[in-house]
């Protein structure tokens, strides 16, 4: 029997494999178990489960649903699909494309076919959103807020919108959602591989000369924020802003009201920098009512640190300016 067949019949035996049970089972090296299963993981046999040094790996569940081979797909909509569509499955494989589209087809009970084309034609209205530069401007919608005094930024994009209706989570709303509340780092360098040409881009465009990350509101042993700045490695000087709290930290996802959001922002974050520059960018992960980054924008420009300010969100609301909750 080969080894490959027996690594299979292993995990037919046993429900929960690590690395280090098939080695001792079949006296091979490490490296010669990697490399099978991630031919297995390639071909769909097998699930990864947690991360190193707890990690575990079990036979793909088998489907009862329907094979894509019964279905008539054009090209040019199955590419759509490989760049447009991302699932993460409630036992968290990660699936892209076609494959992703039918499993969330399949839990509805609804035809691929027809289904995808109104997905399709969704999803163009929100790409027609887009400017040339591949950015979203929320400004227009900040502008029309209630609630504000003054817009102290010169202009808001998105990457993305957070959502879509029917449809829900865009591909880098569900990339940003996973990687933020799983702590997943595997998906926070997707992340940064999916926006960084986009973000270089704009540096160029609006000449950028300083950057501000917003410091999160709500402790985690991985913060995102750090993380995207460790991973884009832009190199301009950066504005720091600290994020300071009373004796219970009131997060700015928990505020439904922007008069709140607005007071929070305002009381919580301090500036740390006497040094001033033309054109600022502020980058975040998520908007939502756009105080926080409004209200950075106001300390700076009250500090008289910059000339220009820009906000820059991975993912924003589409619909005003509704809180995002689960980021």
């Known amino acids: 029997m080969k080894i490959r067949d027996k690594i299979l019949q292993y995990f037919n035996d046993n429900q929960d494999v690590t690395i280090t049970s ?104 929100y790409h027609s959103y887009y400017n040339e530069n591949q950015l979203i401007s929320g400004i227009d919608k900040l502008k029309s807020t209630k609630g504000y005094e ?71 042993e991985t913060q ?17 802003v600290q994020k300071i709290g009373g004796i219970i930290p009131v997060p700015q996802k928990s505020l439904n009201k922007l008069q709140e959001r607005i007071a929070n922002a305002d009381n919580t974050f301090v500036i740390k920098s006497n040094i001033s520059y033309t054109n600022v960018l502020l980058i975040d992960d998520a908007v939502g009512s756009g105080s926080t980054l409004n209200q950075i924008a106001k300390k700076i420009t009250d500090n008289k640190l910059a000339t220009n300010i820009y906000g820059l969100a991975i993912v924003g609301s589409y619909k005003g300016f509704e809180v995002i909750t689960d980021v």
């Open 22 to 125: 098939l080695v001792d089972f079949l006296s091979v090296s490490k490296q010669y178990v990697h490399r099978v299963l991630n031919d297995f993981l390639a071909e769909g046999i097998i699930i990864k489960l947690g991360s190193s040094p707890k990690t575990f790996y079990r036979l793909a569940p088998i489907s009862n649903e329907k094979s894509v081979l019964n279905i008539n797909i054009s090209a040019d909509k199955i590419r759509f699909l490989d760049k447009n569509f991302m699932v993460i499955t409630e036992i968290g494989q990660l699936l892209t494309g076609l494959d992703a589209f039918e499993n969330w087809c399949n839990k509805r009970a609804l035809p691929i076919e027809k289904t995808l084309d109104e997905y399709i034609t969704t999803l163009q209205k």
């Open 224 to 240: 995102l924020m750090k993380v995207l700045a460790n991973g884009l490695k832009i190199n301009k000087p950066q504005i720091d």
């Open 150 to 220: 003054k817009i102290y930024m010169k202009d808001l994009f998105y990457l993305d919108f957070y959502a879509i209706e029917r449809f829900g989570k865009t591909r880098l709303g569900t990339i940003l959602h996973y990687a933020k509340q799983g702590q997943n780092k595997m998906l926070m360098k997707i992340l940064i591989d999916e926006i960084k040409t986009v973000v270089y881009n704009l540096l160029e465009i609006y000449k950028i000369d300083a950057i501000v990350y917003v410091p999160p509101t709500i402790k985690r």
